[in-house]
């Protein structure tokens, strides 16, 4: 089955310990893709990612690192969580399109509290 | 990639047809406009997406005026389930994909 795939779903951590969100998709695709959802705030892209070893910031970076040493994934990692931090945090992906048909395949979340 | 604008919530009955607008008076020729939906807070859903004609598949239909400044989503037959917020985005490929507030879609018994 087609899917993108986070862990942890769930997770409570305290300020300062440094985590790391993996993603991983079976699709074979080029593109990946972090969000966070906020109330109020839609969904804003965080960190994105061409292919393998290439990345560049979106929307909200600050805090945030990432890493593509892979196809199949791409770990979204917070070095110093802090409590503005908790959000709910999607991993997505498609395939890399020139010609501009792919949909992205979102994960089932990742909700991250930091205390 | 153009903004989007979209109503915050709408209603609709069960069985009826669900008319959601979508304005994006800047796209630029090379833009798609794309429908995604989320449910609760699960994963976005792809709905469907076009460029200039009007779009079909098996969960729904997207209208795109001719000057594509705006475009409407339509779910022929809403259900229960289908109570979400959908939201419409316009992209070119481009890597930057936002996601504006969207549409609260309430479907009513």
């Known amino acids: 089955e087609a899917q993108v795939t986070q862990n942890p779903r769930y997770l409570i951590t305290v300020t300062g310990k440094k985590l790391t969100v993996t993603c991983s998709q079976n699709?074979?695709?080029?593109?990946m893709s972090w969000y966070r959802q906020d109330p109020g705030l839609g969904l804003r892209q965080i960190y994105y990612s061409m292919n393998v070893e290439v990345t560049d910031k979106g929307d909200v970076p600050e805090g945030y690192k990432v890493s593509r040493k892979e196809k199949r994934n791409f770990p979204l990692i917070l070095e110093s969580p802090s409590p503005n931090q908790t959000s709910l945090y999607f991993c997505a992906s498609r395939l890399r399109s020139t010609t501009n048909t792919g949909e992205l395949f979102f994960g089932e979340g990742s909700r991250l509290t930091v205390l | 990639d153009a903004k989007t604008t979209q109503p915050p919530s709408m209603d609709c009955a069960e069985g009826r047809a669900a008319n959601l607008p979508c304005n994006h008076s800047?796209?630029?020729?090379?833009?798609?406009v794309y429908w995604y939906r989320q449910i609760h807070s699960q994963g976005p859903q792809y709905i469907i997406h076009g460029l200039k004609n009007n779009e079909t598949n098996e969960m729904a239909s997207l209208i795109i005026t001719e000057d594509r400044k705006s475009s409407t989503l339509i779910l022929p037959h809403a259900t229960l389930r289908d109570t979400a917020v959908y939201y419409c985005i316009v992209n070119n490929a481009g890597n930057m994909l936002t996601f504006g507030g969207g549409t609260r879609l309430m479907v009513k018994p």
């Open positions: 800047t796209i630029s020729g090379n833009e798609y």
């Open positions: 699709m074979n695709h080029e593109y």
